[in-house]
């Protein structure tokens, strides 16, 4: 079950990775975060996702704040840097191996890719997120590889999305025992993210759809750990000509902030937000007259709302340890 709606307490964040500035996709997914927060009269967070140390900047980080204030959307807390917060994801770490729940993987990136690559009756019974078996090696803890979560085979998770409905993952199957933190010491996203959610109070994650398989796994080490569920809200995703999704790793342009005003439009028309709005120019809104006007067109802000199946608006045709489990 996700966390009850409680009066005045919703904590929303917007988690980009410094790996280059901001674009049409990502500013997306800052609006829609921004907006369900202020609609709910919330506090909206930014957290610096730099976890990946050797692909993020300084300079990237720098600059996604500059773009964000230019675009009107301000933190309400101190900017949190993942990178400085290597003692909770041990922490939480040493807490499930204490309980079992996880191990050290020596498998090399060719062994993973050669399993993921083969029939899937070949994969080993605990699914394919280790090829090798490593579970029943018993390597310490301490020594080289990278460090797993255990999950059951059999787990299946349920959960509710706000635009997206009812979904359901055979987490076992299709994801396996993921990893926790890397072979070379970094700490991976799964963990990173479930841990800073519970740490800064996050009642409700608003992110893009590309992110819904993941939510799965996710729930999986949080129950593993004993932490609250937030609620969560897949928004549409922006895609390129060629179809792709729009990406830092596709060659997405950085944001033109020229008119600022005309990229929060261009924003809230791919989230269904009404004209004028969508197609708001500097000349007709000023940055802070534009996000007041969408925060009470936000077709979203309802969150008391059954998530039962994927809410009516217009033009949106609905989108679709020992072990854990």
Same mark, same amino acid.
């Given at each position: 079950?996700?966390?009850?709606?409680?009066?005045?307490?919703?904590?929303?964040?917007?988690?980009?990775?410094?790996?280059?500035?901001?674009?049409?996709?990502?500013?997306?997914?800052?609006?829609?975060?921004?907006?369900?927060?202020?609609?709910?009269?919330?506090?909206?967070?930014?957290?610096?996702?730099?976890?990946?140390?050797?692909r993020c900047t300084p300079e990237a980080a720098q600059g996604i704040g500059l773009?964000?204030?230019?675009?009107?959307?301000?933190?309400?807390?101190?900017?949190?840097?993942?990178?400085?917060?290597?003692?909770?994801?041990?922490?939480?770490?040493?807490?499930?191996?204490?309980?079992?729940?996880?191990?050290?993987?020596?498998?090399?990136?060719?062994?993973?890719?050669?399993?993921?690559?083969?029939?899937?009756?070949?994969?080993?019974?605990?699914?394919?997120?280790?090829?090798?078996?490593?579970?029943?090696?018993?390597?310490?803890?301490?020594?080289?590889?990278?460090?797993?979560? @255990?999950?059951?085979?059999?787990?299946?998770?349920?959960?509710?999305?706000?635009?997206?409905?009812?979904?359901?993952?055979?987490?076992g199957q299709a994801v396996g025992d993921f990893i926790l933190q890397r072979s070379?010491?970094?700490?991976?996203?799964?963990?990173?993210?479930?841990?800073?959610?519970?740490?800064?109070?996050?009642?409700?994650?608003?992110?893009?759809?590309?992110?819904?398989?993941?939510?799965?796994?996710?729930?999986?080490?949080?129950?593993?750990?004993?932490?609250?569920?937030?609620?969560?809200?897949?928004?549409?995703?922006?895609?390129?000509?060629?179809?792709? @999704?729009?990406? @830092?790793?596709?060659?997405?342009?950085?944001?033109?902030?020229?008119?600022?005003?005309?990229?929060?439009?261009?924003?809230?028309?791919?989230?269904?937000?009404?004209?004028?709005?969508?197609?708001?120019?500097?000349?007709?809104?000023?940055?802070?007259?534009?996000?007041?006007?969408?925060?009470?067109?936000?077709?979203?802000?309802?969150?008391?709302?059954?998530?039962?199946?994927?809410?009516?608006?217009?033009?949106?045709?609905?989108?679709?340890?020992?072990?854990?489990?």
């Open positions: 079950m996700s966390l009850p709606s409680p009066p005045g307490g919703y904590q929303g964040r917007f988690a980009p990775s410094p790996t280059g500035l901001l674009h049409r996709g990502s500013l997306v997914a800052a609006l829609a975060s921004w907006l369900d927060a202020r609609s709910q009269g919330g506090q909206w967070r930014v957290r610096i996702e730099d976890v990946d140390r050797p773009q964000l204030q230019a675009l009107g959307l301000v933190s309400d807390a101190e900017v949190v840097w993942q990178s400085a917060r290597d003692r909770l994801y041990q922490a939480a770490v040493q807490r499930l191996a204490r309980q079992g729940r996880v191990y050290r993987c020596r498998c090399s990136r060719r062994d993973r890719l050669q399993a993921r690559s083969a029939e899937a009756a070949l994969r080993p019974a605990d699914g394919y997120g280790c090829p090798g078996a490593c579970w029943l090696r018993h390597w310490p803890l301490d020594g080289p590889g990278a460090l797993r979560l @255990k999950v059951d085979p059999d787990l299946v998770v349920s959960w509710a999305d706000r635009r997206l409905g009812p979904q359901t993952q055979a987490v070379d010491g970094l700490w991976a996203y799964p963990l990173a993210v479930v841990v800073d959610d519970a740490d800064q109070g996050i009642t409700d994650v608003v992110r893009g759809e590309d992110l819904a398989d993941s939510t799965a796994g996710q729930i999986a080490l949080q129950r593993a750990l004993g932490l609250p569920q937030p609620r969560y809200l897949h928004t549409p995703l922006v895609v390129a000509a060629d179809g792709r @999704k729009l990406s @830092k790793q596709n060659g997405a342009a950085a944001l033109d902030l020229h008119d600022p005003v005309a990229a929060l439009a261009e924003a809230g028309a791919c989230l269904g937000l009404p004209a004028p709005l969508s197609q708001a120019r500097a000349q007709t809104h000023s940055v802070r007259r534009w996000l007041d006007a969408a925060v009470q067109a936000w077709p979203w802000a309802d969150v008391s709302r059954p998530a039962s199946g994927p809410a009516a608006r217009p033009g949106d045709a609905g989108t679709g340890p020992g072990p854990v489990g």
